[in-house]
């Protein structure tokens, strides 16, 4: 996959909402001195990952201790883990929605369904995408639930609708991304079986509150990543702040691939390649780069915690308060310049304009490529080891490869023209 590399300035963004009272510090600083917890509340149900029964799915909600304001914003938090493990009371989100509570948010922190099929075996690009789709369709059920209680339940929690706010820290930076920019079911990959009865009902799913849209204002990404940054379409999508260590050892900081246990899964976008996307689209975004940390440092960190805070409150004051500053890199508070991505002779990002195409795939017989506009070289097909089961020396457009005799897994492509050397990843059952 090609990076970006150019950049555009961001533009500014239109506030379709109302800004709310920020007077007395509020939304900026722990002005209420507790919080009040409600736990446990259904906002949904589906069927578990392996189809083995079904799972309530529950959130916590907590609210500002004595205050008086009828509408307020909402931050849903989305726990990390992998997809297999973490909760909703974790140490990744927990203390940030109990933080926010007390500068006068709703916040609410949620579970959504854990698993992933072929774990002890060997889990593939479709059962960790299938795993992360999941957590979105959920996700998107939670914003639901809320923006119902607003319209049909008198407003129990004393939310404004017109600013709900995702953060995300590890998976559940992928599933605030996902939900963001996984906009269209012409979008989703060929390789998720939407027929599972688990990821029934397309992109919203069938989690619990239909009839209500999922949108959000804007997404957090605390070390996420996007499965595919050609999703990120307009200026007009969701406007994304970035947290990411530059050392990050479990979601690639670029583009790169990841893995789950011991298994090298698929090619993912990091938060680098995602501002990147953004700036060429002129997209409202903050990228701070936490240079020499591993993964979601801010986890029982004071000092990253404090920057977590630092940028996740002026980036939400913007959309809250109508601050005109969002991003707090190169200002006195962290004098650090804004990150940018590598630079390179390439002008754009080409991963979306591919010169070259594979298919189907997944693939069970036959494999075809096609090189658009430029003949293959030669074709190297490589399995996950890195070991070479396939080479051939070609001079034409079209190629067909028998693949009936190769194991199931992952595979990648790699065809040299005269435009260079590009490599597919492709999926052999």
């Known amino acids: 996959m090609k990076k970006i590399y150019l950049f555009a300035a961001a533009a500014s963004m239109l506030f379709t909402a109302k800004a709310q009272d920020c007077s007395g510090g509020r939304y900026d600083q722990e002005i209420f001195n507790d919080f009040d917890l409600t736990s446990d ?6 069927v578990a990952f392996d189809n083995s029964g079904t799972e309530n799915l529950l959130l916590d909600v907590y609210e500002p ?13 989305i726990h990390g ?21 007390r500068k006068g948010y709703v916040t609410s922190s949620i579970n959504y369904r854990l698993g992933m099929n072929n774990l002890l075996s060997g889990p593939d690009e479709s059962d960790a995408s299938e795993a992360v789709m999941r ?5 998107k059920a939670a914003v639901r639930y809320f923006k119902k209680s607003f319209a049909e339940d008198g407003n129990p929690y004393g939310i404004d609708t017109n600013h709900i706010y995702l953060m995300g820290s590890s998976a ?5 991304l996902h939900l963001a920019y996984l906009d269209k079911e012409s979008e989703i990959p060929a390789f998720i079986d939407m027929n599972d009865p688990s990821l029934a009902g397309g992109l919203e799913g069938e989690s619990g509150t239909p009839g209500y849209n999922s949108d959000v204002s804007a997404v957090i990404s605390l070390a996420g990543a996007l499965g595919d940054v050609a999703w990120m379409e307009s200026a007009n999508d969701e406007p994304v702040l970035s947290m990411h260590g530059d050392q990050d050892g479990t979601v690639p900081f670029g583009t790169d691939m990841i893995s789950v246990a011991i298994y090298e899964i698929m090619e993912v976008d990091g938060s680098e ?31 990253y915690t404090d920057t977590v ?3 996740a409150t002026q980036w939400l004051l913007h959309f809250v308060c109508g601050a005109t500053e969002y991003c707090k890199c190169n200002t006195t508070e962290d004098p650090t310049p804004c990150h940018e991505a590598p630079t390179s002779a390439l002008s754009e990002y080409t991963k979306d304009e591919a010169y070259l195409n594979t298919y189907p795939n997944p693939a069970y017989n036959e494999l075809n490529i096609h090189a658009n506009g430029e003949e293959m070289e030669r074709v190297e ?3 996950i080891n890195g070991q070479v089961v396939y080479s051939k020396r070609l001079n034409k457009l079209d190629h067909k490869i028998d693949v009936s005799q190769f194991n199931e897994g992952i595979y990648f492509v790699k065809v040299s023209t005269a435009k260079g050397i590009q490599t597919n990843k492709v999926i052999i059952k």
């Open 41 to 46: 509340i259904q906002y949904g149900s589906n």
């Open 381 to 383: 097909i490589t399995n």
């Open 172 to 176: 559940g930076g992928f599933t605030a």
């Open 135 to 139: 957590a979105t369709q959920d996700t």
């Open 81 to 101: 883990g992998t997809f297999i493990a973490g909760s909703k009371t974790g140490d990744d989100v927990k203390p940030l929605a109990e933080m926010y509570a």
């Open 309 to 311: 805070d630092l940028y």
């Open 273 to 303: 390649t995602v501002h990147a996307k953004a700036e060429t689209l002129g997209l409202k975004n903050c990228f701070k780069a936490h240079y020499g940390a591993d993964h979601v440092p801010h986890v029982n960190n004071a000092a």
């Open 65 to 77: 201790t004595g205050d008086t304001e009828t509408s307020r914003p909402l931050i849903i938090f």
